[in-house]
Structure formats: structure tokens, C-alpha cells
């Protein structure tokens, strides 16, 4: 995933990332092959690795850009993606989830990444880090690809919470024009609200109610609100955040992979079918393969989870060396640019809701 900052003349300084080494599918090689490729590309980052330290240590010792650069911490359990949540909070603090959430929490590292169970890895972070103040439900954003000058826009939430009333919706406008403001360079945000069309009269109650709370937030802010937006805008130019609850947006974000990987299977396909269609592929290999890196989900890899007191990013649990590193260069881009402080001052600036005062 790419994110551009808003301080390319920042001081030069190290970049401490608290690394899951045990959560991901492919298992920690593919972790700490991940971890290898950022640290050849960005010499200001280190890492904290959370897994059985005989095992990481191993692997490591196989990388030599990784020399003095990653500090193992011992966990000798798991969390596996058939966990549930609230089993990981009672019996997990021996997992390498656990320990990667708490070097956040204690201060050692700026930033968490885990390609661990979702849920599991939500219910942590609430607990060991805790909500922003004013913070209901936090919230997963990811930059979906579009045809916006900047690559991509951001989608919240995509599956922190299946629920979202109208105060929420607000604050993943708020987080969102953050993210955008911070993570894309973006002065001024264009923020949409998805509905199942942009009449002002359609969708459910808590979305009408929404659509006010945000337009009338929109100046003191500092972003634009285009006002109710619908499915065919997310990989479009008409905004740059799309604001949503977590059930729509998790199955948008499905239906985009499913969608991507079909096209390419068919374009395999067609190319296969006959002497002239091999040839035609070769002669378009340039072409074919600028289009598989836009469209390569593992090149955009990492859920940012907003509204806590630190930063969490959540990588895909399928992730290779590509995604993984994908999803820690957004990590190091973050922490970089203090962006849990600066989303922190964000939401602190918007009224708490009159049932918490």
C-alpha cells in the first residue's frame, strides 16, 4: 500500500515497528522475508519481532539486512484465525499478538503490524491501547485504488464494527479526512457518505442523519462533503474518503479482490487461447505487467485501525514478502508523520456525543 506524507523534508530519524511474526497464513518466513525487503529500502527502520525466539532468530540470521536491526521478543503461543476475540483477551498474553499490541502500548515501538486474526487483533488493541476519547467505535480504513490523481482513496470502516449509527459515521468522517490529509497529502478532503444512491431522501435513517452531522462539520473541519455517494464512486474521482459501517464496507473491499482476481484470471485465459493470443501477449508483456502492479491487491496491502491511542495496521492474512512489506512501509509512513497524534487532536476537537456528557 502507498501513502504520500506531508513532511518529505523531515528530519532523518529511526522508526521503531512492533512486527507479528506468527499470525499470517504463509507463517513467519514470510514475515521476516517481508521485514527483509523494507529494511533494504528504508535504512531508518527497526524492528520488534513477537514469536518463539529460537524460530525468528533463525530466519533472521538468514537476512543480512536484518543485522542490528530487529530485537526478538519471546511468545511461545498463537493466535489462530479460528480464535475467537474474546478467548485471545482472557487466555492470550503469552501470544506474539499480545506482545506486538503491548510494545505499542508501552512505548517501545509506534506502530503494530499483524496479519493475525481481525477480530483478535481489534479486541487487543481496544483493550491494551484504548479508545481516543470520544471514540464509540473505531474503525478499519484501507486506500482502495481509484482513478483519483493520487492513486487511491480511503474507505472506512471496512470491518472494525458491522454496526455504525449517525454520531459514528461523523467520526469516520472526521478520522477519514485525517487519514487523507495526512496519508495522501490531501489539503482539503472531498468526503462522501455510501449510500444506495445520492438522493438527500434515500437510505436507511442513521445515514439521512449522518448526511446532516457531516455536512454541518465540513467548514469548521476543513474538508469538502460531496454528500451521499454509491458503490460505482469507490474506485472513482468524485471524493477521496468514503464513509461507511463495517459490514458494507468489508464486503465492498471483498467484492473489489474477488473482481480483481477474476479479471486476471480471464486475461490468463484469453491470452492462452490461441498461437496469435500467446503472441499478442508477449507483445503486450510491458503493458499486462503495469496493470498487474495497480491492480495487485498484496502492492496495496494494510488496514489502518483508527480511534485508538496508537497506531495498528492490519495486514492481509494471506500476505507474501510483498504484502507484508507493503503493509509495514505504510506502517513506517505513519509513524513518521505522528499521525496517531494528529488524529488524536482531530477527534478531541469534535464534541462528545450528549449521551456521554
Known amino acids: 500500500m502507498t501513502a504520500q506524507t506531508d ?8 522508526i521503531i515497528l512492533s512486527i507479528d511474526a506468527m499470525g ?9 522475508a517481508g521485514c527483509d ?4 529500502k528504508n535504512p531508518d527502520i527497526q524492528f520488534i519481532l513477537h514469536g518463539p525466539e529460537a524460530e525468528l532468530a533463525a530466519l533472521v540470521e538468514r537476512r543480512r539486512a536484518l543485522d542490528d536491526r530487529v530485537e526478538i521478543r519471546d511468545a511461545s503461543d498463537v493466535v489462530t484465525m479460528d480464535d475467537k476475540p474474546s478467548q485471545v483477551v482472557r487466555n492470550g498474553k503469552e501470544t506474539s499478538m499480545w506482545s506486538a499490541i503491548e510494545a505499542v502500548r508501552d512505548g517501545s515501538a509506534t506502530v503494530a503490524v499483524s496479519c493475525g486474526n ?3 487483533l481489534m479486541a487487543l488493541s481496544m483493550i491494551r491501547l484504548r479508545k481516543l476519547p470520544g471514540v464509540n467505535r473505531p474503525a478499519i480504513a484501507v486506500l482502495y485504488p481509484s482513478s483519483n ?4 482513496n480511503v474507505m472506512l470502516d471496512v470491518g472494525a464494527d458491522v454496526r455504525a449509527d449517525a454520531d459514528d459515521l461523523l467520526r469516520y468522517a472526521l478520522m477519514g479526512m485525517s487519514y487523507a490529509r495526512n496519508g495522501l497529502d490531501l489539503p482539503r478532503p472531498r468526503v462522501g ?3 444506495v444512491g445520492t438522493e438527500e431522501h434515500k437510505g436507511r435513517t442513521e445515514l439521512k442523519e449522518a448526511y446532516e ?5 465540513r467548514e469548521e473541519a476543513g474538508f469538502e462533503f460531496v454528500g451521499f455517494v454509491e458503490g460505482g464512486d469507490i474506485t472513482g474521482d468524485i471524493c477521496d474518503v468514503i464513509v461507511t459501517d463495517g459490514f458494507t464496507g468489508n464486503v465492498a473491499i471483498k467484492t473489489g479482490e474477488g473482481t480483481a482476481s477474476l479479471i486476471g484470471d480471464r486475461l490468463r485465459e484469453a491470452f492462452k487461447f490461441s498461437p496469435l493470443s500467446r503472441l499478442a501477449s508477449v507483445l503486450a508483456y510491458t503493458s499486462l505487467n503495469r496493470l498487474k502492479k495497480k491492480i495487485d491487491p498484496r502492492r496495496v496491502n494494510g488496514g489502518v485501525f483508527l480511534g485508538l491511542n496508537g497506531t495498528v495496521v492490519k495486514s492481509h492474512g494471506s500476505a507474501d514478502a510483498t504484502g507484508v512489506s507493503a503493509a509495514i512501509k ?5 509513524a513518521d508523520i505522528k499521525f496517531t497524534d494528529k488524529l488524536a487532536a482531530r477527534v478531541a476537537a469534535l464534541p462528545a456525543e450528549e449521551s456521554e456528557q
Open 213 to 217: 452531522l457531516i455536512r454541518d462539520q
Open 330 to 334: 505504510l506502517a513506517a509512513q505513519l
Open 149 to 152: 490523481p493520487q492513486g487511491f
Open 193 to 195: 457518505l455510501l449510500n
Open 24 to 32: 499470517g497464513d504463509e507463517g513467519p518466513a514470510a514475515v521476516v
Open 118 to 120: 481481525t477480530g483478535a
Open 7 to 14: 513532511q518529505a523534508h523531515a528530519q532523518t530519524r529511526r
Open 37 to 40: 525487503v523494507s529494511a533494504r
